[in-house]
């Protein structure tokens, strides 16, 4: 396979990525997190600076649940609170390939995707990788 026919078949992130625009306010509530992820149908979401459009944090259902609720915490807890810091990013742009293998080494299931601005786009799940799922389906 010459390098410009293995080009025409990498898949990129923006393919297979979830495209999201909805994010949460480091100072909404857990609460208020939880209500927007049933809602949207979506298990995460990336924290997001009003106005500003900078991803400072992400936070799952499963923080809401362990860091939240399993520690006897308010509803009212803010998101600042318990997020995760500084996410793990992905472009759009980047081979699917790559962004798998970056996952498995950094031990994350899921990573916000950005555009060239740093502006979220979406998410990206090791499920939504094609390499992830053909390997989940050889086992």
Do not use: H, W, Y
């Not at 299931?109 to 979220?120: E, K, S, T, Y």
Request: aromatic share 0%; with cysteine; net charge negative.
């Amino acid at each position: 396979m010459d390098g410009s026919e293995e080009e025409r078949t990498q898949m990129r992130v923006k393919d297979v990525m979830s495209a999201q625009i909805v994010t949460v306010s480091p100072n909404d509530t857990a609460q208020s997190a939880a209500r927007l992820m049933l809602e949207t149908e979506v298990g995460a979401l990336p924290v997001e600076v009003p106005g500003v459009g900078a991803i400072v944090g992400i936070i799952t259902d499963r923080d809401i649940v362990a860091s939240v609720l399993g520690k006897g915490l308010s509803t009212s807890t803010t998101i600042a609170e318990f997020m995760t810091v500084s996410p793990e990013v992905c472009n759009e742009a980047d081979d699917t390939a790559t962004v798998a293998a970056r996952m498995r080494a950094l031990g994350v299931r899921r990573l916000v995707v950005v555009r060239d601005d740093r502006r979220v786009v979406g998410l990206v799940s090791l499920v939504d990788l094609p390499a992830e799922r053909r390997a989940e389906e050889g086992q």
